[in-house]
């Protein structure tokens, strides 16, 4: 059976809240926010984006007074905007209905959190959520959108994600890549498209669309882990698999990130009939010449190709080099590889 079930992306909105964008979407990042069609301020002064989003970092997150997942984001919600008081904006906008979410409703829901829901709240006309929520194709709440100073959104999800913050800090600190964001949202998209093929067995159409997403995101390692099981298990085509890893090898060799993602996955396999130790050294010795000197994780995926084959004399030399150029959060586990390189070679002398 396959390992990497392509259907762990499918998304559960009714279940978690959190909601997924297909590839049909007429909003996505990049594009510019609509503007705001509020019925009524609840809580906090008006924003109108037109105006306004030049002046700070804006969050529009839809949610509704039913929905226990919004319950969960709003204490989250609340931290982000005492946070980030002075960069960012979070605006609550939820769509009154005659059901459980009527004004009289919201308004009691945000009146009884008073200050532990500290964020703008706005009652929406129903423009709002059909230009943001339908028109992204977002299919589940509570959902958010960051829009930046140029009243573009640059990321939308679960505010339940950790994510969220995450984006923030960089939005604020200037170091937030939107076009890498953008690739990222196609992939993801695509790949919840391929979750339909998974499901009906039909391999050969998730492994074409496989290898397009790895067009667009070299790196993505789940992208290759499930390239790798598909060729391995349901198609029986190894051959297939080692014809497409050559050519990606010589299209993104210069890709120092990719290649020891490749590398890694090449000998990831248990069944060692099934790794590819020359593809695999040449994926490795492809990174560390991108990194050679400067990045701790390509020098020490270099050092374990090299170990993989069993030259295990350059490899513990490699190792130490990893070791004095490693950062704080990744010392430990480089060291302790050389620790097991050494191992190795102390058990290899007992036994000539």
């Given at each position: 059976?396959?390992?990497?079930?392509?259907?762990?992306?499918?998304?559960?909105?009714?279940?978690?809240?959190?909601?997924?964008?297909?590839?049909?979407?007429?909003?996505?990042?990049?594009?510019?926010?609509?503007?705001?069609?509020?019925?009524?301020?609840?809580?906090?002064?008006?924003?109108?984006?037109?105006?306004?989003?030049?002046?700070?970092?804006?969050?529009?997150?839809?949610?509704?007074?039913?929905?226990?997942?919004?319950?969960?984001?709003?204490?989250?919600?609340?931290?982000?905007?005492?946070?980030?008081?002075?960069?960012?904006?979070?605006?609550?906008?939820?769509?009154?209905?005659?059901?459980?979410?009527?004004?009289?409703?919201?308004?009691?829901?945000?009146?009884?959190?008073?200050?532990?829901?500290?964020?703008?709240?706005?009652?929406?006309?129903?423009?709002?959520?059909?230009?943001?929520?339908?028109?992204?194709?977002?299919?589940?709440?509570?959902?958010?959108?960051?829009?930046?100073?140029?009243?573009?959104?640059?990321?939308?999800?679960?505010?339940?994600?950790?994510?969220?913050?995450?984006?923030?800090?960089?939005?604020?600190?200037?170091?937030?890549?939107?076009?890498?964001?953008?690739?990222?949202?196609?992939?993801?998209?695509?790949?919840?498209?391929?979750?339909?093929?998974?499901?009906?067995?039909?391999?050969?159409?998730?492994?074409?669309?496989?290898?397009?997403?790895?067009?667009?995101?070299?790196?993505?390692?789940?992208?290759?882990?499930?390239?790798?099981?598909?060729?391995?298990?349901?198609?029986?085509?190894?051959?297939?698999?080692?014809?497409?890893?050559?050519?990606?090898?010589?299209?993104?060799?210069?890709?120092?990130?990719?290649?020891?993602?490749?590398?890694?996955?090449?000998?990831?396999?248990?069944?060692?009939s099934n790794r590819y130790p020359d593809l695999a050294l040449q994926a490795a010795?492809?990174?560390?010449?991108?990194?050679?000197?400067?990045?701790?994780?390509?020098?020490?995926?270099?050092?374990?190709?090299?170990?993989?084959?069993?030259?295990?004399?350059?490899?513990?030399?490699?190792?130490?080099?990893?070791?004095?150029?490693?950062?704080?959060?990744?010392?430990?586990?480089?060291?302790?590889?050389?620790?097991?390189?050494?191992?190795?070679?102390?058990?290899?002398?007992?036994?000539?």
């Amino acid at each position: 059976m396959l390992t990497f079930r392509l259907t762990l992306l499918l998304c559960l909105p009714a279940l978690i809240g959190v909601a997924c964008s297909p590839a049909s979407a007429e909003l996505g990042i990049g594009d510019r926010a609509p503007s705001l069609s509020v019925l009524e301020w609840v809580k906090g002064a008006p924003v109108d984006l037109s105006r306004d989003a030049k002046k700070r970092i804006h969050v529009v997150e839809f949610w509704a007074v039913w929905c226990p997942p919004c319950k969960m984001s709003v204490p989250l919600l609340t931290d982000l905007q005492k946070k980030f008081k002075k960069d960012v904006v979070i605006i609550g906008v939820t769509e009154a209905d005659a059901g459980r979410n009527t004004p009289s409703a919201i308004r009691g829901f945000v009146k009884e959190r008073g200050d532990a829901m500290g964020y703008t709240v706005a009652i929406d006309t129903g423009k709002t959520t059909e230009s943001y929520m339908v028109a992204s194709g977002a299919m589940g709440i509570p959902h958010a959108f960051i829009i930046d100073k140029e009243g573009k959104i640059v990321w939308q999800g679960s505010p339940l994600e950790p994510e969220l913050e995450g984006v923030l800090t960089r939005m604020v600190s200037g170091t937030y890549d939107v076009e890498a964001a953008k690739v990222e949202q196609e992939v993801n998209q695509r790949l919840d498209q391929l979750n339909m093929f998974a499901q009906l067995g039909q391999w050969r159409n998730v492994w074409d669309g496989l290898t397009e997403v790895m067009k667009l995101d070299p790196a993505n390692g789940f992208a290759l882990e499930a390239l790798r099981d598909i060729a391995i298990q349901e198609l029986d085509d190894t051959e297939a698999f080692r014809k497409w890893v050559d050519a990606h090898l010589k299209t993104n060799k210069n890709n120092g990130r990719a290649m020891r993602v490749l590398a890694a996955t090449l000998w990831g396999t248990g069944d060692l009939s099934n790794r590819y130790p020359d593809l695999a050294l040449q994926a490795a010795k492809a990174a560390y010449d991108q990194g050679r000197q400067r990045e701790a994780s390509s020098i020490a995926i270099y050092a374990r190709a090299l170990y993989e084959i069993g030259d295990l004399d350059r490899a513990i030399a490699l190792q130490q080099d990893a070791v004095a150029v490693a950062g704080e959060s990744e010392r430990d586990e480089i060291r302790g590889a050389l620790e097991y390189y050494r191992q190795c070679k102390a058990l290899q002398a007992t036994i000539r």
